[in-house]
């Protein structure tokens, strides 16, 4: 048996080197708090519905997001090719395939190949949720059939144009990338 260490002992860094070509830590301060306030930083989709990009990690082909929805009703039809991790920052959505809601608070996960409806209440003006998505997703129609894409590559490229247009520097979207 050990004997026991003194906090203070055991408050020594890492003495040796990081592995070779590791990607620096990513910390944003102030996700839960100051960024949901700025209203320009938000990545328009459409006039209701916007992201803003934690990470997005085009070595390992997923995104993590901000999503904001302000209009009720349906949002998007889609299949994931990966998985994908929600939890619901402010309002509640749910799936029109499925009896959950996710509320303030919610974990989800959904599984890849998972195809649904997404749909946000009547009496939800805003919904926040911080999604983890690995892969993409396919847009569809009720009947399966593609009407479009988005995955980490299409979500850089819109932050990329929109940060332009609010004249940040070009380098300004490389904070997000790994």
């Given at each position: 048996?050990?004997?026991?260490?003194?906090?203070?002992?055991?408050?020594?860094?890492?003495?040796?080197?990081?592995?070779?070509?590791?990607?620096?830590?990513?910390?944003?301060?102030?996700?839960?708090?100051?960024?949901?306030?700025?209203?320009?930083?938000?990545?328009?989709?459409?006039?209701?519905?916007?992201?803003?990009?934690?990470?997005?990690s085009v070595s390992g082909g997923y995104y993590i997001n901000l999503l904001r929805v302000r209009q009720s009703g349906v949002l998007?039809?889609?299949?994931?090719?990966?998985?994908?991790?929600?939890?619901?920052?402010?309002?509640?959505?749910?799936?029109?395939?499925?009896?959950?809601?996710?509320?303030e608070g919610s974990f989800a996960f959904e599984p890849p190949g998972e195809t649904h409806t997404l749909f946000v209440p009547e009496?939800?003006?805003?919904?926040?949720?911080?999604?983890?998505?690995?892969?993409?997703?396919?847009?569809?129609?009720?009947?399966?059939?593609?009407?479009?894409?988005?995955?980490?590559?299409?979500?850089?490229?819109?932050?990329?144009?929109?940060?332009?247009?609010?004249?940040?520097?070009?380098?300004?979207?490389?904070?997000?990338?790994?």
């Amino acid at each position: 048996m050990n004997a026991p260490v003194k906090p203070d002992e055991l408050a020594i860094p890492y003495a040796l080197p990081q592995v070779p070509f590791m990607s620096p830590d990513m910390v944003h301060p102030g996700v839960m708090t100051t960024w949901l306030d700025d209203d320009n930083l938000w990545v328009p989709v459409t006039a209701t519905v916007s992201f803003k990009p934690l990470m997005l990690s085009v070595s390992g082909g997923y995104y993590i997001n901000l999503l904001r929805v302000r209009q009720s009703g349906v949002l998007s039809r889609h299949r994931h090719s990966g998985a994908v991790h929600a939890l619901v920052l402010k309002g509640r959505w749910y799936y029109l395939e499925h009896d959950w809601v996710a509320d303030e608070g919610s974990f989800a996960f959904e599984p890849p190949g998972e195809t649904h409806t997404l749909f946000v209440p009547e009496d939800v003006e805003e919904m926040i949720t911080w999604f983890h998505v690995q892969g993409g997703y396919t847009y569809v129609d009720p009947q399966g059939v593609a009407v479009g894409y988005e995955d980490v590559f299409t979500k850089l490229e819109a932050a990329r144009k929109h940060y332009k247009t609010l004249g940040l520097p070009d380098d300004y979207i490389e904070q997000f990338i790994r």
